[in-house]
């Protein structure tokens, strides 16, 4: 159980786009979502919190209408890089939590974006 | 906010050695504890957690870690490591907010 998965796992763009990545638990239900971003050799850092129903909200420096966060239902979360550029190659990893008496985040396995 | 510190960057060890990796939090309310592993290629996968109880905790893959509070500290440790745990390893706090704060991580060779 509490499987997480990422679509696409990676893909290149040209600078100016957009790209979109999604983020489903399969096999369970989760309100909350979070979008970190990982840097080689480096840790993760959050993002933002994507919750159901409502709007995301943004750690501190992060620009929120560059990365755009949907979570149009408990099983779906999306993220939108916007006129991405070079510096925001990264691998993106998103987790979705399982509220409980042991409140747990679950990973998916990241998606890997290069921005020519 | 919390933070949290990994003092080792990276580990070398041969097969059937012991593995101890440093975890220190700096927090001063109830805290929620975790491991993470990453193996090449692969995703974050949980270890194991402690939330309360027996300040040691027993995991997957012959992991453990003990939850000392008065050294806020959280180290993980396994008798015997295999090349198989070559990994990176990432400890992780949540407070009160549900949001994780995640050490720098260590990256741990085991040789066969």
């Known amino acids: 159980g509490a499987v997480v998965s990422q679509h696409p796992s990676r893909v290149i763009c040209k600078s100016g786009t957009s790209v979109k990545i999604e983020c489903r638990s399969l096999?369970?239900?989760?309100?909350?979502m979070f979008w970190y971003r990982q840097f080689p050799k480096k840790s993760l850092m959050l993002m933002a919190t994507s919750n159901e129903g409502s709007k995301a909200t943004y750690e501190q420096g992060v620009e929120k209408d560059k990365f755009l966060i949907n979570h149009a239902s408990l099983t779906l979360s999306t993220l939108t890089v916007t006129s991405a550029h070079p510096e925001d190659s990264s691998f993106y990893i998103c987790s979705a939590r399982v509220e409980g008496l042991t409140d747990t985040q679950y990973f998916g396995p990241g998606t890997r974006l290069t921005v020519l | 906010a919390q933070s949290v510190s990994q003092h080792n960057h990276h580990v070398i060890l041969s097969e059937a050695a012991s593995l101890e990796l440093g975890c220190n939090y700096s927090?001063?309310?109830?805290?929620?504890l975790f491991w993470y592993v990453q193996y090449p290629g692969q995703h974050l996968q949980l270890l194991l957690k402690?939330?309360?109880?027996?300040?040691l905790v027993k995991g997957i893959k012959g992991f453990e870690a003990e939850f000392i509070k008065s050294k806020f500290s959280f180290n993980l440790r396994k008798p015997s490591v295999q090349w198989s745990d070559t990994a990176e390893y990432f400890c992780a706090v949540n407070a009160n907010d549900y949001k994780l704060s995640f050490g720098a991580g260590t990256t741990v060779t085991v040789r066969a």
């Open positions: 402690y939330f309360s109880g027996d300040p």
């Open positions: 927090y001063g309310g109830t805290v929620n």
């Open positions: 096999d369970f239900q989760a309100t909350t």
